[in-house]
Every structure is written in C-alpha cells, then in structure tokens.
C-alpha cells in the first residue's frame, strides 16, 4: 500500500479503514510507503499503523527532509516506538529510509535481524558510515544505496551484494570497497565534486593507493560502472567493464 501524500486525512482513513476489519487486517500487510513531509499529527499516525503492521516485507518512508513544525510536539515521543515497531519486523526484505535524522536510521539498523536483500538511506548531511552496521545482513544484501555518508572499511563482507550506489558520499579507497563487496557487479559513484580542479593532494593520493592495491587484485565481477570525472580519475580502474556512464 503507497500513501502519498501521507497527509493526517489520508493516513487516518487508511488506519480506520484496516482497523473496521480487527488488529490481524494490518497483520496481512506485506509492504507499506509513506511519502511526505510529516508534521506531529502524520507522525504518531504512522506510529500507530507500524505498531501493528508486524509482518511487513517491504517498508519505504520517505520524509522529503521534512521539519516538524509544532513546537510544543517532540518527535522523541514517539521514536522510541517507531524504532521498536520497526525493529520487530522480522520478515522485512525491503527497508527505504529518507529521512533527515541519520542517528534514527543507526538505532533502526542496529537493532534490526531481519532478511533485508534491499537498502536505501538517504539522510541531510555527511554522516557516520551505516556500513559496519550491515553485519546483520551481509549474508542477504544484495542491493544497496547511500547518500550523504562516510565510508569506512568493513571487518566482514556482503558476498550477495551485487548493486551499490554512493551518492555524495566520501571517496572510499578501492581496497574498502572489493573488500566489503568482492562480487559486486553494478556501482554508481557520485563524489559530489562539482568540476573541481585535478590534481588536489587527496586525489592523488588516493588514486596512487588505488594503482598499487589493484596491482595486487583486481574487482573481476565489476561490469558496470556510473561515476563522475573525480571519481572515475582516483579510482584508477585497471580493468575494462561492459558499461562506463559518466553522468
């Protein structure tokens, strides 16, 4: 079910309605997506549909970066039980987060064992890495997308992921990257540079580590790539791919 707008008219005859057919009607619910911005009142509504939607296998919510604007109203009242309700959905296979809130998008990871095969966090601003908190799905990952993250290496790897997509997120080294992904096959990089100048310290420094550790191995199960001219130039890809696209 797609509630878009998630407007507190549209949520609250979506909660009636399943509620006229008894508590187990939101039991029989296998994917939920919320689109738009929510204010207090959207809010505690989705709180109470995701307290009972328990055996969910695909939850998408996308915040479009909204502010909760009632000041006499704290999204802490009710992120506790979001992030419990959440957290208990053992079924789930497919999880989308846009939120502006990096910190509640780790409590949810952290706390989550379910069989997730799809991510997708998207948050305001550059933030802590979720990647080490992916140990609860390295064995069923298969497809993942952050924005607006910092990369760091992994002490596992996620042997079924196949896609990753990086927006706006640091320049990860190479070596992090096949690591924690030896069989990926589809990568968009997005470093977020706008045209900047070559030849900065950083870059090359990191594409001198990229040659030397490709020198060792190679991301033989890459065949796609989509990345951007800085991206492209320290990474220092060694090997040919079926598809480049440079947006």
Request: include cysteine; aromatic fraction near 10%.
């Amino acid at each position: 079910s797609s509630i878009d707008p998630a407007t507190p008219m549209v949520l609250q005859s979506f909660y009636d309605f399943l509620s006229f057919f008894g508590p187990n009607s939101f039991l029989d619910l296998q994917s939920l997506e919320f689109s738009g911005p929510l204010k207090s009142a959207e809010f505690d509504i989705m709180a109470d549909i995701l307290k009972l939607a328990t055996n969910l296998r695909s939850l998408e919510i996308d915040t479009c970066n909204a502010r909760f604007q009632d000041p006499s109203y704290s999204v802490l009242d009710r992120r506790e039980e979001i992030i419990k309700s959440i957290s208990s959905m053992a079924n789930l296979r497919n999880l989308v987060f846009i939120w502006e809130d990096p910190d509640f998008c780790h409590f949810i990871l952290k706390r989550l064992h379910a069989p997730l095969t799809r991510l997708i966090l998207e948050v305001d601003d550059n933030s802590t890495s979720p990647l080490p908190l992916l140990s609860n799905f390295q064995d069923t990952l298969e497809d993942v997308h952050l924005q607006f993250f910092t990369i760091t290496e992994l002490p596992f790897s996620c042997l079924k992921l196949t896609r990753l997509s990086l927006q706006y997120c640091s320049d990860p080294p190479l070596s992090v990257l096949m690591n924690a992904f030896p069989n990926l096959e589809v990568l968009s990089l997005n470093t977020g540079w706008k045209s900047p100048p070559f030849g900065l310290p950083e870059h090359e420094q990191l594409r001198t580590q990229n040659l030397a550790f490709q020198a060792r191995q190679q991301w033989r199960s890459l065949v796609s790539l989509t990345v951007d001219e800085i991206g492209l130039y320290t990474m220092a890809l060694q090997r040919e791919v079926d598809s480049l696209v440079l947006p």
